[in-house]
């Protein structure tokens, strides 16, 4: 195993991480480089434990990154999940020193052009996290773009091919404009239909009627970048990625009329993301408050009390907007 080699090769001196020293860090990996395959199941189990902690990551962590990535490659190693979650959370993490902030940045540039073939991987949990790192920027813009896209359309999974579909969006490439507008239609998976108006959003590209008509089409199968596909696998590229895609549509009126259509809907989730969109729009555009009273009646009619409840922050929101224009007055 090409791991094994590395670990050898380095010096793990000062390798901390959350719970121990440099050679600690080297036990384990020695461990999950063997060939015990429970062992190394649960060395790889302690390595997460121990180099992304609450977030925070180490010396031993950006250590650790080049023989992980080596580790993650073996079609056979244990743990291919854990250590692919782990990857993504060491790249992801707050480091303790800049200097560690820096190593880390740039074992995750060398490891990108190698981790490409992973998008297909069998496991879905190594594609999902991959589909993240190449989503983030390296250097490899290009590569990665070019990987995402040929993926993302056969992805068969929504919530993975709506990653690949950001991280596409991420990278301000030629192409990547044409791309994004081909992704928007109707053949194509919701969840990458929405995507892809994100990205049109993010990226300040030209708005027209097939983004206005991908975003109502996608969202109406309810909640698809929110973590409701896959219970506890949050869209990591958008907290509120509808919101995000209406306020840069830049018309309100047109983003009450979307709205209005997913709270309507029965389906619950549908309806939470129509709600929770309308309650962000008016926090950035108070005085579109006239557009949005068919949504706060749609939202206070639902048949479901948790839709309902949005209706107050609705209101709250729309009665501040127009004691503004009182108090203006």
């Not at 239609?185 to 990458?192: C, I």
């Not at 959003?201 to 969202?219: F, K, R």
């Not at 389906?267 to 949005?292: Q, R, S």
Request: net charge negative.
């Amino acid at each position: 195993m090409r791991a094994r080699i590395a670990l050898h090769d380095t010096d793990w001196t000062g390798a901390e991480h959350a719970y121990g020293d440099g050679a600690d860090t080297l036990k384990w990996l020695l461990d999950a480089c063997g060939e015990d395959p429970d062992r190394a199941e649960r060395a790889v189990g302690v390595l997460h434990n121990c180099l992304v902690h609450q977030g925070s990551v180490y010396a031993g962590s950006a250590m650790a990154y080049p023989v992980l990535v080596d580790l993650l490659l073996d079609p056979s190693a244990p743990g291919r999940a854990t250590l692919a979650d782990l990857l993504l959370g060491i790249t992801i993490g707050i480091a303790e020193t800049e200097a560690v902030h820096h190593e880390i940045r740039a074992a995750h540039a060398r490891a990108t052009p190698r981790l490409l073939p992973l998008l297909t991987d069998p496991v879905r949990e190594v594609r999902h996290r991959v589909a993240y790192l190449t989503g983030l920027r390296t250097g490899h813009e290009e590569l990665a773009v070019r990987a995402l896209g040929e993926r993302a359309l056969s992805e068969p999974d929504p919530l993975i091919a709506a990653v690949m579909t950001g991280g596409v969006a991420r990278h301000d490439v030629a192409g990547r404009a044409a791309w994004l507008f081909g992704a928007l239609a109707p053949r194509h998976l919701p969840a990458v239909r929405a995507a892809a108006a994100w990205g049109f959003a993010q990226a300040g590209l030209p708005w027209n009627t097939e983004v206005t008509l991908a975003v109502a089409e996608a969202w109406e199968h309810g909640d698809v970048l929110n973590g409701d596909v896959i219970e506890g696998e949050q869209w990591r590229w958008s907290d509120n990625p509808l919101a995000e895609t209406l306020i840069a549509m830049a018309d309100p009126n047109r983003a009450a009329e979307i709205c209005l259509r997913l709270t309507q809907s029965e389906d619950e989730d549908t309806a939470k993301c129509g709600a929770i969109a309308a309650v962000a729009l008016l926090e950035e555009h108070p005085y579109a408050y006239p557009a949005f009273g068919p949504v706060i009646a749609a939202t206070r009619a639902h048949r479901d009390i948790h839709i309902r409840s949005y209706a107050d922050d609705l209101d709250a929101l729309t009665s501040a907007a127009d004691e503004g224009d009182h108090a203006v007055h």
